[in-house]
């Protein structure tokens, strides 16, 4: 089976959600390095594409960026790139056209040519006199990146309907790369994917965002259409942009210091700020207490779940290690091994038998692991968990019928009971904690510097982009923080103001009954603020969407439909509605409010029947539900406990009733009318 990203499939999770900005599954934790080992990625000096100090020869003589079932870009030049000898002369035809380019210093050559006609199928050729590249099955047309974190990620094969629709999948203009998994302190040369054509056989692991967008397009503009799927897992948006342009915002100074100084050690880009806090305190890691080779010493006998007070930190942060042997038959019986271990507070690793399993940063949420096929073995087999914990409740959650391994044949074997167990970091104060606690990509310019940076200057049309759960919980200043990641996309393709186009959070959460603040409903403010503002921006609204007990939500037809709509709309000229209704005046009557609204196409609608979600407040600031009817392109407002109401908010939580659409079927997002604090607003990231 492939795997869901590198970070991703290491675990099986049954019908699970996950905290704002958490992936689908629950995370490994990156493997350490020694200190001062060579980093991944290549270091670059000046510029972005600087001396390679005599790498080149591990470089591919083409970018892989480019291969097989590739789509260029039509109607510009494109440029096409890779390493060879310094001085070398490469030529690059296709169709009949002609380019050629010359190596420099650092082996890097790039040229620019005209695509043929749109459509296909070409065959491209690539030659420096001493090597060939030939690329089949190319086709010309339009080239979109898909970026963000899960949601974007999700794979079709995890969304509603998806047997069905990709029985059908067979859309050979179609085509997708998705950018393998890879963080870097700098910015980086090379990448690892490759093109693959639409079938049944590949829609499955597309993004399913992606698949639904790129399905619209084509089937609107009967074009090829190329999807390059570059996200990650709960990464953080601040992860997306260049350190340029986070600097000038002064909330990233202290991780960007922080890149700076593990860079100069030239230790494992890992892209987070727990596994060095790892490598640095815990004894555990250092001397591999997860292995077999090992012979503990000192070790307590300690009841799982629990063990942290026989310990001697029930309350306080530690890093505890425990130890197991469990005793299999012979044979181990086939099929799917799980383990078990219930709700963790605040992170994990596990081991079996020296191989980890998994690991995640998940606070609350069940912990269940894949076990690789081969791994157990007949007789005696080691498990290992590292637990950090950092509040006086923390550790092992749940009660011990949640702590078990489930082999292939579905027998239960109890984990519960008496483990070997030693305290590896006593991490009450004074002694340092790590910045954040993610395992996964949080920093700054990471996967900029690692994804992003090895596909430019690639010719494209433009982005699509959804993001935010794990800025959530600092919404408020998201309104800055994406612009900066707008500019270093726009800047590093230097391609203009090319289309990027925003999905606005879903809901997700529970409901409230009465009228609330809530970081989501911030995020989305950001969200449209920025979409309204930033030239050749749009917001894909998608608050009738989403599932109020999953972060992933498997209804991703419409995010994708809307996130069409814009492109056909804005980009490509056509008459498609691609808004809801917007709200565009507020008068204010005698006890109550009237609320007129642009994009009424078709007019103002309440689905469902009855319009609702609007609440209403006067100079108390205090909210209530507000009785809402339409009246033309107006929605009429009022409520008896609110007798002169002044503010309005519509949809402003996190999982709301959102009743309000347009004859198009488009629905309104969220608005408020006040401009009094948000709950965000005073949150900073470090």
Sequence with gaps: MPRFRNHLLTAVILSLSAAPGCSLFAQTAPQPAPKNSAAKSVSLDNSIFGNSTGSEK??????????????????????????????????????????????????????????????????????????????????????????????MELPLRFTDNAAKVAAQANYPNIRYFTVGD???????????????????????????????????????????????????????????????????????????????????????????YIMPWYDDYDTGLKQKWYSPAYHP???????????????????????????????????????????????IQRMDTVYVNGTSVGGSAWVEHPRIYRIPPGLLKPGKNLIAIRIFKTEPHGGFLDKASEFHLLLGNHTTIPLAGEWQGKISVDARPPHPMPIHFANWPVMPAVLYNGMLVPIAPLSISGAVWYQGEQNSPRGYEYRKLLPAIIESWRNLFDQGDFPFYIVQLPGFGPHSAKPTDDAWADIRESQAIVAATV??????????????????????????????????????????????????????LHHAIRLRFKH?????????????????????????????????????????????????????????????????????????TDHWPLITQNVRPY
């Design 535 to 588: 030239p050749h921006s749009c917001l894909a609204v998608t608050i009738d969407t989403g599932d109020p007990v999953s972060l992933h939500p498997g209804d991703k037809k419409p995010v994708g439909d809307r996130l069409a709509d814009c492109a056909l709309a804005q980009h490509y000229g056509k008459h498609v509605v691609d808004s809801g209704p917007v709200l565009a005046s507020v008068k204010r």
């Design 297 to 343: 010493s000192g070790w307590k006998t300690v009841p799982l779940p629990g063990g942290f007070a026989a310990l001697g930190v029930p309350d306080t942060p530690a890093v505890a290690w425990f130890r197991k042997e469990v005793t299999l038959p012979s044979p181990v019986p086939s099929g799917l091994s799980l383990i078990f271990l219930g709700e």
């Design 58 to 151: 591990s470089l591919p003589f083409v970018s892989t960026i480019f291969g097989d079932n590739m789509v260029l870009q039509r109607g510009k030049p494109d440029a096409i790139w890779g390493w060879s000898k310094p001085g070398d002369t490469v030529q690059v035809q296709i169709d009949g056209k002609h380019a050629t380019g010359v190596a420099a210093a650092n082996g890097r050559w790039q040229v620019q040519i005209a695509p043929p006609p749109t459509g296909g199928p070409y065959t491209m050729k690539i030659s420096d006199g001493h090597q060939t590249a030939t690329f089949q099955n190319v086709m010309v047309g339009d080239v979109w990146i898909c970026g963000g974190q899960s949601n």
């Design 600 to 672: 009424a196409n078709g007019g103002l609608v309440a689905k469902g029947g009855e319009l609702k979600g609007f609440s209403i407040a006067g100079a108390d600031h205090q909210w209530h539900w507000a009785q809402a009817r339409i009246q033309g392109k107006s929605v009429i407002l009022s409520s008896p406990a609110v007798p002169h109401p002044t503010q309005v908010r519509y949809a402003w939580q996190s999982d709301p009733v959102a009743t309000l659409f347009n004859g198009a079927g488009q629905p309104a997002g969220p608005f408020r």
């Design 182 to 272: 890879h963080t870097a302190y700098h910015p980086a040369y090379t990448l690892k994917g490759s093109w693959k054509v639409v079938t049944p056989k590949t829609a499955d692991w597309l993004s399913a965002v992606g698949f639904y967008f790129g399905l619209k397009l084509e089937q609107q503009l009967h074009i090829p259409i190329g999807l390059v799927v570059d996200s990650v897992g709960g990464s953080a948006g601040e992860s997306w942009a260049s350190a340029a342009a986070l600097r000038p915002l002064g909330d990233y100074d202290i991780p960007l210091k922080k890149m700076a100084e593990w860079t100069a050690e030239g230790g494992q880009p890992y892209g987070n």
